[in-house]
């Protein structure tokens, strides 16, 4: 998905619009707004002036924005307006996600029995676990209804707080994200992220005065990778984490996710020896190494 940064409403509003274009041509699987409905405590790489409470007009304004395109909106249900724009959402079909939030533990029971769905990069941008103050961490990952992203890339967590997310919800509630912006793929340097610029350097990304990690630099076959030689997922969890729980989520399941009769034939070629990406294949047609499969045929 794309995920907006936080900026002036209209100018969102305006994003929103020209990305779900992106949306209805097949780019994008839709649109996701992190931010500006969001806590100033827990604001990591957005912009703190521009940061506005869940009015849920607002909220729907921007939902309107994107044309039937919005996928998840992610929000701080502590601010005012938090709990009615959850509401709305969970009945407008949008997932509401809980991140980039100052909530405590009761707030955010309310916010999942309101109709969160998801917990938006869990651990990065709210309060840790304390023995008598647990917050949204554990709130998120106790309940059954919850999905929660985890940003695997050795910056963000440390290898055994992820061990720790798989254990208590368990591989079927956790969707492994890239969280990344404009430099994936790309070398080190300087790079906008919305109103703000980023350094990255050795990879990380990084907000350009140091004050916050901004996003990542990360590609799916890495997340893939560390997920079984690092955490030791087996195969079939971590692919279930990297497809078919996101899709499930997005509530796209019965076209992507998994390789099955009537889906799109979207999908990656790995090596065996270093899960290294060999060839891309795009609604059935090979876009990368397809020359190594000449017996393969599309419809």
Known sequence: MASTVTGEIDEVARQAAVLSELVEDGVLAGIHFEG???SHNRCGAHRPDLLRDPDPALVRKLVDAARGRARMVTLAP????GLESVRMLAELGVVAAVGHTD?????TLEAVEAGATVATHLFNAMPGIAHRAPGPIVALLEDERVTVELINDGVHLHPSVLDLAYGTAGAARVALITDAMGAAGMGDGLYP???LQVEVKDGVAMLA???SIAGSTLTLDTVLRRALTVNGLTLPQAVAALSATPARLLGLADRVGSLEPGKQADLVVLDSAGYDL???MRRGEWVVGGDA???VRTA
């Not at 502590?78 to 307006?81: D, N, Y």
């Not at 909530?103 to 707030?107: C, L, N």
């Open 193 to 195: 992220l919305g109103p």
């Open 293 to 295: 499969f000449p017996r």
């Open 36 to 38: 500006p409905f969001i």
């Open 78 to 81: 502590e601010l005012p307006g």
């Open 103 to 107: 909530a405590d533990y009761g707030r």
């Open 278 to 280: 060999v060839a891309v």
């Open 209 to 211: 005065d140091g004050s």
